[in-house]
């Protein structure tokens, strides 16, 4: 890997890690003082959004530089890099589960949203990016160390 692509990897995860601290600061406070204040929730939404594009995007990157084809969902981006030995399974499960909170919030899939349920899962959110971070840096660092 060259270090032009090691560096842009490395901005996306700086990025992706601001967002999630965001995201861990404003879902700090119990869910009935977080749903009061509609910046939150805003916040969130929007913080949960970036992370995931950003989460896959270094995916894709990623696949393609191993040579295999793109993602053709979040979903996939999540399964083919633990397929692709670059995530753990569980952690690419745990990211599955983001998108689908992301895909369900921006896609409006659910008729009746449910605030308590994606409050959750915005507190989920800012561990399972820390270890993706951490994840894909250790991917980086092997490549860059390989002959």
Do not use: W
């Amino acid at each position: 890997m060259t270090n032009h692509e090691t560096s842009m990897i490395d901005l996306k995860l700086t990025e992706l890690l601001r967002f999630a601290q965001e995201l861990e600061q404003c879902t700090a406070a119990p869910y009935e003082e977080f749903i009061i204040d509609f910046r939150n929730t805003r916040t969130a939404e929007r913080d949960l959004e970036l992370t995931v594009e950003l989460s896959s995007d270094i995916i894709t990157h990623l696949l393609i530089h191993k040579n295999l084809p793109p993602p053709q969902s979040y979903r996939d981006a999540y399964l083919r890099a633990a397929q692709a030995g670059i995530l753990p399974v569980a952690l690419a499960e745990r990211l599955v589960q983001l998108s689908s909170l992301r895909n369900r919030i921006v896609h409006e899939y659910d008729a009746a949203y449910d605030p308590r349920r994606a409050y959750e899962g915005f507190r989920s959110a800012p561990p399972a990016l820390r270890d993706f971070a951490g994840a894909i840096s250790r991917a980086i660092a092997l490549r860059t160390d390989a002959p």
